[in-house]
C-alpha cells in the first residue's frame, strides 16, 4: 500500500520519531509504513489521518485501487 | 506539534518499563530455578527445603509469564507482528525437531538422553533470531 506519510510529515518538518511520538508507535514502525514495507491497521490509519486533519484516502491509496 | 514526546516518549518510556520489569522477572526466575536445581546438590539434603525452593520458582516464573504478556500488550502493532512470527517459527522449530530428538532417543537412534534443556535451548535460539531478522526485515 502506497502512503504520503514522509512528504506529509517532512511538509511540517517533523522527524519519525516525532510522527511516532504522535502515534503512539515506535520510530521503526513509521519508518517501516513510510517505506511502505508494513500497512498500518486500520486504527492506526485513523490516527495518522486524525493527526493530520485529511481522510484516510488522502495518506494511503490502495495499490490494486485507481 | 512540539517537542514534549507527548505520545511516543509516554510509549517509549511505557515500553522500556515493560522490558526492564520482564527482565527482572526472567533473572529472579533464573536465579531461583539455579537455587532449586544446585540447593539441594550443594547446599542442603532436604525434601522440604527442595519443595519449597521449586514451589518459588514456579510461582516467580508466574510472574514472568505475567509480566511477559504485559511487555507483549505494551508493543506497537508492527512490532506485535515480528514477535508473533517469531513465536510461529520457534513453536514451529521446537516441535518438529523436539520430537525428532525425542524419536531419535526413544527408538535408541542415539545413545545418549533426549535433554529439555538442549529443546528450551533450541525454542530460545529461534525466537531470538527471528526476532532479530524481523526488525532488520523492517529497517
Known sequence: MKNRLKVLRAERDWTQAQLASELEVSRQTVNAIEKGKFDPSLPLAFKAARLFGMSIEDIFEDDAGT | MNDSNTGSGDFAARNRKNTLRLGYWTGAWLITMA????????????????????????????????????????????????????MALALGVGLVFGLGYSTMDVTNFITADAEISHLVMLIGVTYGLAVFIGHRKYQ
Do not use: C
Not at chain 2, 43 to 62: M, P
Not at chain 2, 70 to 75: A, K, P, Q
Open chain 2, 35 to 86: 537455587v532449586a536445581v544446585f540447593g539441594p546438590l550443594l547446599v542442603w539434603q532436604n525434601n522440604v527445603l527442595t519443595g519449597a525452593a521449586i514451589l518459588v520458582n514456579v510461582a516467580v516464573g508466574v510472574g514472568m509469564i505475567v509480566a511477559n504478556k504485559h511487555h507483549l500488550e505494551g508493543l506497537d502493532e508492527l512490532q506485535k507482528k515480528i514477535h508473533l512470527d517469531a
